[in-house]
Protein backbone atom coordinates (compact mmCIF):
# COMPACT_ATOMS: atom_id res chain seq x y z
CA UNK A 1 0.00 0.00 0.00
CA UNK A 2 1.52 3.31 -0.88
CA UNK A 3 -0.01 4.93 2.54
CA UNK A 4 -2.37 7.88 3.02
CA UNK A 5 -2.15 10.23 0.53
CA UNK A 6 -2.81 14.12 0.47
CA UNK A 7 -2.82 16.49 -2.34
CA UNK A 8 -1.53 19.13 -3.22
CA UNK A 9 1.83 18.90 -1.18
CA UNK A 10 2.01 22.76 -1.20
CA UNK A 11 -0.62 25.48 -2.08
CA UNK A 12 0.18 29.43 -1.59
CA UNK A 13 -3.43 31.19 -1.94
CA UNK A 14 -4.38 34.31 -1.80
CA UNK A 15 -6.75 35.43 1.63
CA UNK A 16 -10.59 34.97 0.58
CA UNK A 17 -9.90 32.17 -1.98
CA UNK A 18 -11.31 28.92 -1.53
CA UNK A 19 -9.07 25.96 -0.70
CA UNK A 20 -9.69 22.32 -1.17
CA UNK A 21 -7.43 20.06 0.35
CA UNK A 22 -7.62 15.86 -0.41
CA UNK A 23 -6.89 12.65 1.38
CA UNK A 24 -6.96 9.47 0.02
CA UNK A 25 -6.85 6.94 3.30
CA UNK A 26 -5.29 3.24 3.05
CA UNK A 27 -7.81 0.54 1.94
CA UNK A 28 -9.44 -1.35 4.96
CA UNK A 29 -9.27 1.33 6.83
CA UNK A 30 -12.21 2.79 8.38
CA UNK A 31 -11.06 5.90 10.76
CA UNK A 32 -10.43 9.34 9.30
CA UNK A 33 -8.83 11.95 10.78
CA UNK A 34 -7.95 15.60 9.66
CA UNK A 35 -5.42 17.62 11.64
CA UNK A 36 -3.61 20.88 11.91
CA UNK A 37 -0.08 21.75 13.08
CA UNK A 38 1.28 24.98 13.64
CA UNK A 39 3.91 26.29 15.55
CA UNK A 40 1.94 27.89 17.99
CA UNK A 41 -0.63 24.59 18.58
CA UNK A 42 1.36 21.67 18.15
CA UNK A 43 -1.54 19.03 16.29
CA UNK A 44 -4.67 19.74 16.54
CA UNK A 45 -7.60 17.42 15.74
CA UNK A 46 -9.89 19.38 13.23
CA UNK A 47 -12.00 16.33 12.82
CA UNK A 48 -13.08 12.24 12.09
CA UNK A 49 -14.79 10.37 10.10
CA UNK A 50 -16.16 6.56 10.85
CA UNK A 51 -17.21 4.14 8.12
CA UNK A 52 -17.00 8.10 6.16
CA UNK A 53 -19.36 9.52 8.52
CA UNK A 54 -18.29 12.71 10.65
CA UNK A 55 -18.23 11.37 14.01
CA UNK A 56 -16.82 14.68 15.93
CA UNK A 57 -16.04 18.10 14.15
CA UNK A 58 -15.48 19.80 17.60
CA UNK A 59 -12.22 20.70 16.31
CA UNK A 60 -13.49 22.26 13.23
CA UNK A 61 -12.51 26.25 13.88
CA UNK A 62 -15.14 27.95 12.32
CA UNK A 63 -18.10 27.67 9.63
CA UNK A 64 -15.19 28.70 7.13
CA UNK A 65 -13.98 24.98 7.19
CA UNK A 66 -15.72 22.07 6.35
CA UNK A 67 -14.87 18.29 5.82
CA UNK A 68 -16.60 15.72 3.41
CA UNK A 69 -16.05 11.79 2.71
CA UNK A 70 -18.49 10.62 -0.09
CA UNK A 71 -16.52 7.59 0.13
CA UNK A 72 -14.23 5.11 1.95
CA UNK A 73 -11.15 5.83 -0.40
CA UNK A 74 -11.79 9.64 -0.53
CA UNK A 75 -11.82 13.01 1.51
CA UNK A 76 -11.95 16.56 1.16
CA UNK A 77 -11.42 19.54 3.86
CA UNK A 78 -12.57 22.92 2.31
CA UNK A 79 -11.21 26.10 3.86
CA UNK A 80 -14.05 29.25 2.37
CA UNK A 81 -13.16 31.61 2.45
CA UNK A 82 -9.49 30.93 3.73
CA UNK A 83 -7.48 33.75 5.69
CA UNK A 84 -3.85 34.30 6.71
CA UNK A 85 -4.15 32.73 10.04
CA UNK A 86 -5.02 29.41 8.53
CA UNK A 87 -1.79 28.89 7.27
CA UNK A 88 -0.32 25.54 8.84
CA UNK A 89 0.06 22.44 7.69
CA UNK A 90 -2.86 20.03 7.29
CA UNK A 91 -2.39 16.10 7.88
CA UNK A 92 -4.82 13.44 6.76
CA UNK A 93 -4.57 10.28 8.60
CA UNK A 94 -6.10 6.49 8.52
CA UNK A 95 -6.49 4.10 11.14
CA UNK A 96 -8.24 0.33 11.10
CA UNK A 97 -7.78 -1.34 13.53
CA UNK A 98 -4.09 -0.72 15.33
CA UNK A 99 -2.15 2.67 14.62
CA UNK A 100 -2.68 5.68 12.92
CA UNK A 101 -1.21 6.30 9.88
CA UNK A 102 -0.11 9.95 8.73
CA UNK A 103 0.07 11.19 5.37
CA UNK A 104 2.73 13.67 4.28
CA UNK A 105 0.39 16.82 4.53
CA UNK A 106 -0.47 19.82 2.93
CA UNK A 107 1.58 22.82 3.71
CA UNK A 108 -0.87 26.06 3.32
CA UNK A 109 -0.08 29.49 2.94
CA UNK A 110 -2.30 32.05 2.96
CA UNK A 111 -1.59 35.16 1.90
CA UNK B 1 5.63 20.03 7.63
CA UNK B 2 7.70 21.64 10.21
CA UNK B 3 6.23 20.62 13.49
CA UNK B 4 8.53 22.87 15.75
CA UNK B 5 7.93 25.53 17.69
CA UNK B 6 10.41 28.54 18.74
CA UNK B 7 10.17 26.31 22.29
CA UNK B 8 10.28 23.24 21.36
CA UNK B 9 12.71 21.02 24.06
CA UNK B 10 15.86 19.56 22.21
CA UNK B 11 17.89 16.69 23.73
CA UNK B 12 21.12 16.32 21.71
CA UNK B 13 23.14 13.11 22.06
CA UNK B 14 26.30 11.67 20.69
CA UNK B 15 25.90 9.28 17.87
CA UNK B 16 26.05 5.62 19.67
CA UNK B 17 24.86 6.86 22.77
CA UNK B 18 21.19 5.73 24.32
CA UNK B 19 18.08 8.37 24.14
CA UNK B 20 15.27 8.80 26.45
CA UNK B 21 12.50 11.08 25.74
CA UNK B 22 9.89 11.82 28.14
CA UNK B 23 6.37 12.88 28.43
CA UNK B 24 3.63 13.92 31.11
CA UNK B 25 0.50 13.02 29.89
CA UNK B 26 -2.75 14.57 31.37
CA UNK B 27 -5.72 12.65 31.24
CA UNK B 28 -5.74 9.61 34.01
CA UNK B 29 -8.68 7.82 31.71
CA UNK B 30 -6.16 7.15 28.91
CA UNK B 31 -5.55 3.88 27.70
CA UNK B 32 -3.71 3.46 25.08
CA UNK B 33 -0.44 5.67 24.31
CA UNK B 34 1.64 5.92 21.04
CA UNK B 35 5.20 7.67 20.29
CA UNK B 36 5.49 9.14 16.70
CA UNK B 37 8.40 10.40 15.29
CA UNK B 38 8.40 13.56 12.69
CA UNK B 39 11.45 14.47 10.43
CA UNK B 40 11.51 17.61 8.70
CA UNK B 41 8.50 18.00 5.52
CA UNK B 42 7.34 14.45 6.00
CA UNK B 43 3.78 13.27 8.38
CA UNK B 44 4.77 11.66 12.05
CA UNK B 45 5.66 8.20 11.89
CA UNK B 46 4.55 5.53 14.44
CA UNK B 47 7.00 4.14 16.04
CA UNK B 48 5.60 2.06 19.05
CA UNK B 49 2.49 1.87 21.09
CA UNK B 50 1.61 0.56 24.82
CA UNK B 51 -1.80 -0.34 26.13
CA UNK B 52 -2.27 0.54 29.97
CA UNK B 53 -2.10 -2.90 31.10
CA UNK B 54 1.76 -2.69 30.79
CA UNK B 55 4.40 -0.70 31.81
CA UNK B 56 7.21 -1.64 29.09
CA UNK B 57 6.95 -2.48 25.70
CA UNK B 58 10.19 -3.36 23.13
CA UNK B 59 10.52 -2.86 19.82
CA UNK B 60 13.59 -2.78 17.82
CA UNK B 61 16.27 -0.32 19.32
CA UNK B 62 13.37 1.30 21.47
CA UNK B 63 11.45 0.57 24.50
CA UNK B 64 8.17 2.75 25.70
CA UNK B 65 7.63 2.90 29.96
CA UNK B 66 4.69 3.81 31.01
CA UNK B 67 4.33 4.78 34.73
CA UNK B 68 0.53 5.17 35.43
CA UNK B 69 0.93 6.43 38.91
CA UNK B 70 2.79 9.71 37.66
CA UNK B 71 0.96 9.71 34.43
CA UNK B 72 4.38 9.49 32.59
CA UNK B 73 5.71 7.79 29.48
CA UNK B 74 9.00 7.39 27.87
CA UNK B 75 11.09 6.49 24.95
CA UNK B 76 14.24 5.12 25.18
CA UNK B 77 16.38 4.59 21.84
CA UNK B 78 19.44 2.75 22.15
CA UNK B 79 22.47 3.41 19.85
CA UNK B 80 21.26 6.95 18.66
CA UNK B 81 21.82 7.39 14.84
CA UNK B 82 21.90 9.99 13.01
CA UNK B 83 18.92 9.25 11.10
CA UNK B 84 16.85 9.36 14.36
CA UNK B 85 17.08 12.90 14.39
CA UNK B 86 13.28 14.44 14.31
CA UNK B 87 11.01 15.79 16.21
CA UNK B 88 9.21 12.99 18.47
CA UNK B 89 5.66 12.97 19.80
CA UNK B 90 4.01 10.82 22.51
CA UNK B 91 0.06 10.94 22.07
CA UNK B 92 -2.74 9.71 24.46
CA UNK B 93 -5.98 7.96 24.08
CA UNK B 94 -8.58 8.01 26.37
CA UNK B 95 -10.61 4.96 25.52
CA UNK B 96 -11.83 6.36 22.15
CA UNK B 97 -10.53 7.21 18.72
CA UNK B 98 -8.44 10.76 19.90
CA UNK B 99 -4.99 11.35 19.91
CA UNK B 100 -4.29 14.17 22.29
CA UNK B 101 -1.00 14.46 21.21
CA UNK B 102 2.18 16.14 23.29
CA UNK B 103 4.23 19.08 22.26
CA UNK B 104 7.12 17.00 21.16
CA UNK B 105 10.96 16.95 21.90
CA UNK B 106 13.29 17.35 19.29
CA UNK B 107 16.26 14.70 18.73
CA UNK B 108 19.48 16.12 17.42
CA UNK B 109 22.10 13.39 17.12
CA UNK B 110 25.66 14.62 17.55
CA UNK B 111 28.47 13.03 15.18
Known amino acids: DAGVIQSPRHEVTEMGQEVTLRCKPI?????LFWYRQTMMRGLELLIYFNNNVPIDDSGMPEDRFSAKMPNASFSTLKIQPSEPRDSAVYFC?????????FGQGTRLTVV | GESVGLHLPTLSVQEGDNSIINCAYSNSASDYFIWYKQESGKGPQFIIDIRSNMDKRQGQRVTVLLNKTVKHLSLQIAATQPGDSAVYFCAESPGDYKYIFGTGTRLKVLA
Open chain 1, 27 to 31: SGHNS
Open chain 1, 93 to 101: ASRGMGEAF
